[in-house]
């Protein structure tokens, strides 16, 4: 092992360069090109990211986020109490219970059963959309304020989470059958692709997710965020929430949808965006 000190000069570099948007893979190599080990550089920079990651991260916009008193262990959101189940501080995760009654869950998936169609993703390079073997549920959007039912959980949504219904992409319906699955991902749009750009345009970058749970499949289907090692169980009418202050991993957002043991699973997804979505 080759002994580089790791001084305050090359921390603070380093802080620069990542607040000034360079990929770590950019910084590691432009460390590397100036005579670094790449073990060393890694360590040095890992170490870094993880102390100032959250200090800068906080300085940017505000975020959706819901008024929680210290201790409270419900929500007033626009019609509906919501119980918190699981806060947690960073990343910020919230579990949700009762954000949907079962009434309008089945109807949610009675509305969005017939317009289903195998999930695509959106292709970063292009910014259109595609099958993905890592996304094996199927999927339908409704648009914003489609009918009644959606305009009452998008004004549930955005009362919960304090951000405008306008900021709100419209809600996204997916069924797992048996088996299926979402691999882990970001939902933020990757700057780093070309077709990222024309993405931003229309509302600019996601900045938090709002998973809800249309039915409670029988085993398997669970939220899983790796890197924290959070696995939150799909429950009718429960939800999860995180938000993102940057699209880079060390918002440490990394999801996926567990594959779904038995049973099927449904939930309705709400992203919500830095600026109107239209
Ligand atoms: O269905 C899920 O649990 C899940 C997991 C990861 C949904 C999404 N991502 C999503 O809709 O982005
Ligand atoms: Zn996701």
């Known amino acids: 092992m080759h002994e580089q000190l790791i001084t305050p000069e090359l921390r603070q570099w380093i802080i620069e360069q990542s607040s000034a948007g360079h990929s770590v893979e950019s910084v590691l190599s432009a460390m590397k090109a100036s005579g670094w080990h790449e073990d060393t550089a890694l360590t040095a920079l890992e170490n870094t990211l993880k102390e100032h990651a959250w200090p800068l991260m906080q300085a940017g916009q505000p975020l959706p986020e819901p008024a929680l008193a210290s201790g409270a262990t419900a929500l007033w959101a626009h019609d509906r109490e919501v119980r918190v189940l699981v806060s947690m501080a960073r990343p910020r995760v919230l579990v949700l219970g009762g954000l949907l009654s079962a009434q309008e869950c089945q109807e949610m998936v009675e509305l969005a059963r017939p317009r289903l169609a195998r999930s695509e993703t959106v292709i970063n390079a292009t910014g259109g959309s595609e099958v993905n073997v890592a996304r094996t549920s199927e999927g339908m959007f409704f648009a914003r304020a489609e009918n009644e039912l959606c305009q009452r959980i998008e004004a549930r949504i955005a009362a919960l989470v304090n951000w405008p219904i306008e900021r709100g992409e419209g809600l996204q319906i997916l069924r797992y059958g048996p088996g299926a699955e979402y691999k882990p991902h970001y939902d933020y749009f990757d700057p780093s692709q070309p077709g990222t750009p024309t993405i931003l345009r229309r509302g600019g970058q996601r900045v938090a997710t709002l998973v809800t749970y249309l039915n409670t499949p029988q085993a398997g289907g669970a939220t899983v965020f790796p890197d924290i090692g959070l696995e939150v169980s799909a429950v009718a009418g429960n939800a999860v929430f995180f938000s993102?202050?940057?699209?880079?991993?060390?918002?440490?957002?990394?999801?996926?949808?567990?594959?779904?043991?038995?049973?099927?699973?449904?939930?309705?997804?709400?992203?919500?965006?830095?600026q109107r979505f239209e």
């Open 244 to 274: 993102y202050a940057l699209p880079h991993p060390m918002t440490q957002t990394l999801h996926g949808g567990a594959p779904v043991m038995d049973g099927e699973k449904w939930v309705a997804t709400k992203w919500l965006r830095e």
